[in-house]
């Protein structure tokens, strides 16, 4: 049995990279930018009023009262230049006079018929924003590599940047298998029958990673129906994501269904739990994960071996889930041949490992937000309070 690690170096070895295009940047949140995004303005891009109040001329800023000559609204006629004793009523975001030197907020005024009267001290610069405080024409915003995030979507949109360059994500099929695995939604279950689940996580994780699954199929335990599904489409996807059927149980027929199609194994079994019987292989530029049946074994190998091919894939620098450390709220037993991913929870330095780790119980996934990685060991007691190494399921 091989650890992890190799097993996820053999993966990272067999895939390849993908290719870029452009895409509508309203579409790109999850993706990864294939270039440098430089800024094409100053944001904001005008001197503008950062309250609702008066312009005024540095000259005046002693002034005690001031004549109001018109208003300037968001949105409306550019006003002209302040005359020596005058100012301008003004609302929030409006560009200033070209001659402005403050703003004085309506708070901070008398004002009476046609003319204000200061009541604060202003000093210069007071109020306004300066064009580009925020963003300078030309700074480099973002990098190739970088995942983009919903909330760079509407800087770049302030910016009028509508499309960017994005590296594509692998196309994904999942194949589910087990002649007890009904459609979800489909009716009325026989006593023997269990809900598709496996499809729904891997299709929502893949999701979550920028790459909705091109295809999925559900096929029964029968030997032979893997190749012949396969055989039958007319191109394979980059990432074939099969569940069920890898173990060693009497309809186990995935490995050898998948080798008869011509694909070569990279490995099957992990020192780890869940998820000891995963098998991976390639053919060609297709890359063959069978991940165990059990719900969190799917969920758990997805993270482990899935995500990081797709990141390889579309060019992300970080590759696998962060890692940090956190302390354990309660004692734990660790130990054991396999390395074992624990579902827990994640708070001030903190991690509680959840209840429910079986691994056909989907429950405590309800509350993960990290897995904790106890590495094998001979068996120990792990003190509460004592550092583990978790891997965040944050940043997909
Ligand atoms: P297997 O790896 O095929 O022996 O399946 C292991 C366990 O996972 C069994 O309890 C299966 O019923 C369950 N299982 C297999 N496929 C799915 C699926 N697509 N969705 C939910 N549970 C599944
Ligand atoms: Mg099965």
């Not at 306004?128 to 760079?152: F, H, M, V, W, Y």
Request: aromatic share 6%; with cysteine.
């Amino acid at each position: 049995m091989i650890s992890v690690k190799e097993a996820q170096q053999l993966i990272l070895n067999s895939v390849g990279k993908g290719s870029a295009a452009r895409a509508e940047t309203l579409d790109c949140a999850g993706r990864v930018l294939a270039e440098d995004i430089i800024s094409p303005e100053d944001f904001p891009r005008f001197r503008q009023s950062a309250m609702d109040g008066y312009a005024l001329r540095a000259e005046d800023l002693q002034a005690r009262l001031l004549k109001v000559s018109g208003n300037i609204f968001a949105g409306g006629r550019l006003a002209a230049s302040l005359k020596a004793g005058e100012c301008a009523y003004i609302t929030t975001g409006s560009p200033v006079p070209r001659n402005a030197g403050a703003v004085v907020p309506v708070e901070d005024v008398l004002a009476g018929a046609g003319v204000i009267q200061p009541r604060s001290k202003i000093k210069k610069g007071d109020n306004i924003r300066e064009a580009g405080d925020d963003i300078k024409k030309g700074a480099i915003l973002c990098r190739k590599g970088d995942l983009i995030t919903p909330q760079s979507i509407g800087i770049f949109g302030a910016l009028g940047i509508a499309r960017l360059k994005v590296f594509l994500s692998p196309s994904v099929g999942i194949i589910t298998t087990g002649a007890e695995v009904a459609a979800i939604g489909a009716g009325r279950l026989g006593k023997n029958k269990i809900r598709n689940s496996n499809l729904w996580s891997l299709a929502a994780l893949l999701k979550s990673c920028g790459a909705a699954p091109a295809f999925s199929k559900a096929l029964s335990d029968k030997e032979g129906l893997l190749p012949e599904f396969l055989g039958k489409l007319e191109k394979l996807p980059e990432i074939v994501i099969l569940t069920g059927g890898v173990s060693v149980g009497g309809h186990d027929y995935v490995k050898e269904d998948l080798e008869k199609f011509g694909v070569r194994k990279l490995f099957w079994k992990v020192a780890q739990k869940p998820g000891k019987p995963v098998y991976a292989g390639v053919k060609g530029r297709t890359l063959f994960f069978g991940l165990p049946g059990n719900p969190a074994a799917v969920i758990t190998c997805f993270y482990l071996y899935v995500l990081p091919a797709i990141n390889k894939y579309r060019h992300r620098r970080e590759i696998f889930l962060p890692e940090v450390s956190a302390r354990l709220v309660a004692p734990l037993k660790a130990g054991g041949s396999r390395a074992v991913f624990l579902r827990g929870r994640f708070k001030d330095g903190k991690v509680e490992p959840l209840w429910g780790q079986g691994s056909h119980m989907l429950s405590s996934f309800l509350k993960t937000d990290c897995f904790i990685e106890l590495e094998p060991s001979p068996p120990v007691v792990l003190k509460k309070g004592g550092n583990v190494k978790i891997l965040l399921l944050t940043a997909c």
